[in-house]
């Protein structure tokens, strides 16, 4: 059986020891959100907050997915690791 380990939306420098401690715990792999940009306003109400407002991503640190995946990458050892929701307006075309 496989496990995988999910985190988002976590100050910056606990990913590394986090991707450790699941490798280490057995996990086979670490979901890893795009989290590059979210709209400061909208006209619609997040669906996942009870007042529907986004004040949850004040003071947030949004690390680009592809670094972060190549800095946990140099820490763990077999780790894998599966990136969701990509951005891909925000990416450019090669």
């Not at 306003?41 to 995946?69: A, Q, V």
């Not at 894998?80 to 090669?94: D, E, G, I, M, S």
Request: proline share 6%; charged share 25%.
């Amino acid at each position: 059986m496989r496990f995988t380990y999910a985190e988002a939306m976590t100050r910056a420098h606990y990913y590394a020891p986090l991707a450790q401690a699941a490798e280490a715990a057995g996990y086979t792999s670490m979901t890893v959100a795009d989290s590059l940009i979210y709209p400061k306003e909208s006209d619609s109400s997040y669906p996942y907050t009870d007042t529907g407002d986004r004040e949850f991503l004040e003071n947030k640190e949004f690390i680009e997915t592809m670094i972060f995946c190549a800095h946990v990458f140099a820490v763990t050892e077999k780790l894998r690791l599966t990136p969701f929701v990509l951005k891909l307006p925000v990416r450019p075309r090669c």
